[in-house]
């Protein structure tokens, strides 16, 4: 019987809360009661790999939410042509060689008509190569490393959401027009591995691009996946000379939070910026109501937008569970899906994995109730290349506009 593969509990170091899953997920810190969508003889089947325990659980559990969220939508229209459609989500807990096994898994013994929603680019590394060799639709993945994003594109990935590089060179471009700094005033703190990587070179690209000359001269720590050992990437920014006012960190919330915490302490009066994957929710309830002003940017409007799209996400999030919470997380996820539904609805004839790519490349340009129209094609697989800014402020995150930008001298 198909089924949701249910995360292990855990209690997180910052915050004392307890992931316990029985029969069916009950309660995590950031999402309640996320409910299964049983898979019928005749469903329209999708899975994902993602990581629903650990220390990025929050990630998987919301984005899988998002999904579900969209999914319980049109099937309470009717579904597709009449079917219902479910979702597999498997647990990868963030590690790429878990990934290999559910990517297996879904393709091979629950053939799944395309993968969506999975978290991750060190995880997206390991699964893109065999979506593309079983040519399977990789779809929408919450990541926005270049691995996803190859010029031509790959045959069968395509993704919703604006690269990492497009948010940090956002901020590279905003702390230089709006926040007055030189390209050396500026550092980097991000995790060693791909994550971090596609977020720190899109920001040194940025940087060339405003004058810088030797990328030696920017001031780069690091830490570990899924660690919270930032001390040494703490001590390399704090002995930087001249001392960066503005950190832009690549990070999860754990490690971000507990960076930003010591870089305090320690009388680093830095302005700290961190990529949407950090998790803004997460991220300010960590760092507590003390800590004001960190931004992070996002790939979907606020969850307090006018927009059309938000409006539809907050009515489909009550539908699929009234108890869960908004997050910026679980709108990507729902976003992500109704593009894919849309590519689902054009499709003339059978539903197949190769009639979902094509469907989503004749997509092209078009408007579900964003800022600006969306766009897919065969030779462009990213829909949107749109950020945009919030503030954490009183525990709470908040729109934000890059002219408010204010740096401390």
């Known amino acids: 019987m198909r089924n949701l593969i249910h995360p292990k509990g855990l209690r997180f170091r910052f915050i004392m809360y307890t992931f316990l899953f029985l029969a069916v997920p ?5 999402q309640a009661n996320a409910q299964d969508i049983p898979c019928l003889h005749n469903s329209y089947v ?42 597999i989500a498997l647990d990868d807990r963030y590690e790429p060689e878990i990934t290999v096994k559910n990517m297996h898994r879904l393709i091979e013994q629950e053939n799944v008509l395309a993968i969506i929603g999975n978290v991750g680019t060190p995880t997206a590394i390991a699964a893109v190569p065999i979506a593309n060799r079983n040519r399977v639709p990789f779809f929408g993945a919450f990541s926005g490393a270049g691995i996803l994003r190859r010029i031509p594109p790959d045959p069968y990935v395509a993704n919703y959401r604006a690269s990492y590089a497009e948010e940090t060179a956002a901020m590279v471009q905003a702390l230089i027009t709006y926040g007055g700094l030189q390209p ?10 791909a994550y971090g990587d596609s977020g720190f ?66 009388n680093l009066n830095s302005l700290f910026l961190n990529v949407s994957f950090v998790g803004a929710a997460p991220l300010a309830q960590a760092l507590g109501p003390g800590e004001d002003g960190v931004i992070v940017t996002q790939v979907v409007p606020h969850l307090n937008s006018s ?31 109704r593009i894919l539904l849309l590519a689902l609805k054009n ?41 945009w800014p919030t503030i954490i402020r009183n525990g709470e995150v908040l729109p934000f506009d890059w002219h408010q930008l204010e740096i401390t001298p």
Request: charged share 20%; proline share 4%.
């Open 26 to 30: 009950l309660f995590s810190s950031f």
């Open 46 to 87: 999708f899975g994902m790999s993602t990581v629903l325990s650990g220390p990025a659980a929050h990630l998987g559990i919301n984005m899988r939410n998002g999904v579900l969220a969209a999914l319980k939508e049109i099937n309470l229209q009717g579904g597709i042509n009449d079917r219902s459609l479910c979702l």
């Open 184 to 193: 050396d005033e500026i550092a980097f703190f991000t995790q060693r591995d």
């Open 201 to 266: 070179l899109g920001g040194i690209a940025a940087l060339k691009k405003n004058g810088l000359k030797d990328e030696t001269q920017i001031t780069h720590g690091w830490y570990e996946r899924n660690s919270l050992a930032i001390e040494n990437g703490l001590a390399d920014i704090l002995l930087a000379d001249p001392e960066p006012k503005a950190v832009i960190i690549v990070g999860t919330y754990g490690p971000s939070a507990k960076f930003i915490k010591l870089a305090r302490k320690y």
């Open 307 to 337: 927009l059309p799209t938000v409006k539809k996400y907050h009515r489909a999030l009550s539908l699929f569970n009234p108890s869960i919470a908004s997050t910026f997380g679980s709108l990507e996820g729902y976003i992500t899906t």
């Open 347 to 387: 499709i003339k004839g059978e539903i197949t994995r190769e009639s979902i790519m094509n469907g989503l490349e004749s997509l092209g340009e078009f408007d579900i109730g964003l800022d600006s129209p969306l766009k897919i094609s065969s030779t462009e697989h990213q829909a949107s290349h749109q950020v």
